[in-house]
């Protein structure tokens, strides 16, 4: 029975340090486990939500400190909820001391948002984790080149499938600004 509510103590503990421990700007946040007889879980600084383009790496810069163990000794592991768009195979860690850094490398020719988790897990196994958003934007393609691809088929040429395209309207306030384009690309 006492070992009943010590693991229901523990859930209690745990649940308001990750209630408590929440980030409201973004929706992630920090996740610490309760001490382990005194021991205080390693912190983790210096990480925010990041964009990275399509076929690109990003490297973040990592603060982990520790009361009670250098941070040489902490361990780090990195993983993404979205493993398609963020391999594991792609995430990569430098770094032995305080200052550690995490390489980001999404999959080829993808984009998509994942969370990614940074836990950190001192000698004692007192652990915490962050988590952030990463975004992959895949490269704007130019209007004038689809334009062109589109305008200069011949009229009985296969139709062109678009799909996934997304304009951002840059003649709204100029009307000939559509004619000098096509007038650009036609012979």
Request: charged residues 20%.
């Given at each position: 029975m006492k070992r009943l509510r010590l693991i229901a103590c523990a859930a209690?503990?745990?649940a308001l340090c990750v209630t408590s421990c929440s980030s409201s700007d973004s929706g992630r946040g920090s996740v610490v486990s309760p001490p382990q007889s005194g021991n205080q879980a390693?912190?983790?600084?210096?990480?925010?939500?990041?964009?990275?383009?399509a076929n690109a790496s990003k490297t973040l810069t990592i603060r982990v400190t520790d009361a009670e163990s250098p941070a040489a000794d902490i361990d780090l592991a990195v993983a993404a909820a979205d493993p398609a768009l963020l391999p594991p195979e792609r995430i990569e860690l430098?770094?032995?001391g305080t200052h550690r850094s995490v390489t980001l490398t999404p999959s080829s020719d993808a984009s998509g948002s994942t969370a990614v988790?940074?836990?950190?897990t001192d000698p004692e196994g007192a652990t915490s984790s962050s988590v952030i958003d990463v975004?992959?934007?895949?490269?704007?393609?130019?209007?004038?080149s689809l334009t062109a691809d589109v305008f200069s088929k011949?009229?009985?040429?296969?139709?062109?499938?678009?799909?996934?395209?997304?304009?951002i309207p840059d003649a709204a306030d100029?009307?000939?600004?559509?004619?000098?384009?096509?007038?650009?690309i036609t012979p």
């Open positions: 209690v503990v745990v390693p912190t983790i600084a210096g990480l925010s939500a990041t964009t990275i383009d430098s770094g032995t988790t940074v836990t950190a975004s992959v934007v895949s490269e704007p393609t130019s209007t004038r011949a009229e009985d040429s296969e139709p062109m499938e678009l799909t996934g395209k997304g304009f100029d009307p000939t600004a559509f004619d000098a384009l096509i007038n650009q």
